[in-house]
């Protein structure tokens, strides 16, 4: 193979900046080694529930109804992010977060909480990674993607829809936010914010990414009772 | 050398079968006019529609399909059938059908045997309950699916619960139920 075809090859690859693109449906598609594993530790139960906080995707409640044939529970926290920014209410967000999910202590199986936390600051993030903490189950797992690029200034802000293409590769097909991403999220806080959960797996993609997936330990036993129901 | 295939084709002067559902139109096309009509007038009678003006308040059961564009509260139970919710229908109930396609408003859980399928501009505050679940893009969803497997489905009858949120029937299952050992 000669040198000029590696060139020529790598022009075709995807462009980074074409991941702005809003709603293209040539998307780049983004390699993933974190959802696998997320995937197979919830295989081994039977109708496992999955709390998803990105936007709806048809394509993904297909995909983890078909492959877990788990109950999916959508709950859109980027239209909350929206809102509030929008209302002018951004500093409410964390007393929101901290009444946001009404279901019991340890009722859910998996969460994917795809990059909601890059756009949340740290008074808003304690309190959502703390409900989720909540209601994830004893050896539930918990997927989360971190950026660990600073947010270019001047780009226009977007959120991302984390499209499943399969286990092992994601679709990000950007949309308009009202709300850039906020300065990354450093590990040890990343650690910090989810106590007691434990991270089992980390992969830092060279997409700028880090991909972590926490257990909750099957020692802790969390009994406080739902929060209200928020009004809708 | 090319012999027409006449096989489907219906003997002049004799009226064609009315068929089961509607004919494509390359099918139409070979159709005697008057039997034309009678198909139309059938699939006319077979699909029912609920106009916008319609206010429906309690149960609404039937045995052929039906689209709503009027607004319904209560419970819609359409077991072997097709409910379509046209875009201007709007619907506070829970629904039970064969296939539901939702283009409207569906504020309740929706329980379908076949296939639940929210188009562009369709929303749905509510649990879904079938085995194939499709959702636009620009469609709205808020609630949780619940997709059987084909084996569960059998051991999992969905009981008819009355309406509501999304939240509503995902916390009145036992937490037990789902958090069983693996059993495959």
Redesign the interface.
Known sequence: MALSDLFSRRRKEPDSDAATDAGAADSPVHPTKALAKFLASLASRTQPRLLDLGPVVGSNVTFFGEQLGCKILVEDLYKDIDRHVREGKIQELPAFFAKRFPQDAGTVDGILCWDVFDYLDKAAATPLAQQLVRILRPEGALLALFSTAEPAAGAAATYTKHMVVDQSSLQHRPYPAARGKQRPVLNRDIQRMFEPLRITEQFLLKTNLREVLFRKPADTADTSPAVPAPER | MWKRDEAVKPASGQPAPTPAVPPAPSQQASTPAAPQTDVRRQIERDVVNIGKSVVIKGELNGSEDLTIEGHVEGKIELKDHVLTIGPNGKIKAAVFAKSVIVLGEVNGNVTASEKVD?RDGGAV?GDIVSP??????G???????????KG?QSGQQQKPSGQG???QQ??QQP?QQ???????
């Open positions: 929210i505050d194939r679940v499709a959702i636009a893009e469609a709205h969803f808020r609630g949780t699916v619940d997709m059987q497997k569960a949120g999304g939240q995902s916390q937490v789902v958090a069983q050992p693996a059993g495959r």
